[in-house]
């Protein structure tokens, strides 16, 4: 059973008003983009689910999308202004107590927002959904300092595994970043359980995915509530040879780890000849956020 079956249809349908009440007060124009699209993600943990349409006709591949992201950045590169969209995603190679194969998410952008902006919109939000509770935001530097003492930026690969292993965690990764992430969710992210509502940002540049990145920093943040994770917000990229490159790099990891890699998204890129406008964007997971509604 997902949380969202915890949550009675009267009580979704009126956060849902709720939502849309907060963007139409900030003239937030709620858009709708393809769920079925031509080429999947390249991300490389995250997995599209493929199907075959048109057999009869002239028989393609189409992947359903993980998330509305870059149908969204080709209504910003094309004038769009602010948006959001509140829709079902989906994603293969997903299922535990917080991962389902489909959930509902809530993404939006805020144009000339940066992160610190983003994070204050955000808590903006969650107090008109009732959420009043006091908001911490701790670097990811100072959360892994002050919860786990360990000077994460400034701790090289090989000297992070020794403090790994004396943790008893695994340390077989290619890559330093999945080490990071594994000692955030091991030592850190239960620790969090104790802020009702907590941002976390700035994290390394090696885990930026789509963010903007200066020097080790990417300006990046996830949103805790009770040390489960909500949301994710970046400093948004703005050119299209910023994501190919990102593409191409996502692509060469998946081919080392024997997954399965995909043609570059050249409709993608033929949308951002105008690069996007600076703007910060975050994604919500709505199934989360509601389970945890209801607990806080």
Not at 249 to 268: M, S
Request: net charge negative.
């Amino acid at each position: 059973m997902t949380p969202l079956f915890n949550f009675s249809l009267k009580q979704k349908a009126e956060i849902f008003r709720k939502i849309r009440t907060f963007f139409d007060a900030q003239n937030v124009l709620e858009v709708q983009t393809p769920h079925l699209l031509n080429h999947p993600t390249t991300d490389v943990y995250i997995d599209s689910i493929s199907m075959q349409v048109n057999k009869d006709i002239d028989i393609q591949s189409k992947y359903l999308h993980t998330s509305p992201e870059l149908e969204m950045k080709k209504l910003l590169a094309n004038g769009s202004g602010d948006i959001y969209q509140i829709c079902q995603v989906f994603r293969d190679n997903e299922q535990g107590s917080e991962n389902f194969n489909e959930f509902t998410m809530l993404e939006y952008y805020r144009l000339g927002f940066d992160i610190q902006q983003l994070m204050d919109d955000v808590s903006n939000l969650l107090s008109a959904l009732g959420l009043t509770q006091k908001v911490i935001k701790l670097s990811y530097a100072q959360a892994f300092s002050e919860l786990a003492n360990i000077d994460i930026l400034n701790t090289n690969f090989n000297e992070l595994k020794k403090i790994a292993k004396s943790h008893d965690l695994c340390t077989d990764f290619e890559w330093i970043e999945d080490l990071q992430i594994l000692m955030f969710t091991d030592l850190v992210e239960p620790k969090l359980a104790q802020y009702p509502l907590c941002f976390i940002y700035d994290y390394p540049a090696g885990q930026s995915a789509l963010a903007k990145v200066s020097g080790q920093i990417a300006h990046r943040f996830e949103l805790y509530l009770r040390g489960v994770e909500i949301a994710n917000g970046y400093d948004e990229l703005q050119y299209a040879s910023e994501y190919q490159h990102i593409f191409s790099r996502e692509n060469q990891q998946r081919f080392q780890l024997g997954k399965a890699t995909f043609a570059q998204n050249l409709d993608f890129f033929q949308q951002l000849k105008s690069p996007l406008p600076q703007c910060a964007g975050v994604a919500i997971g709505v199934d989360r956020l509601l389970s945890q509604i209801d607990q806080i």
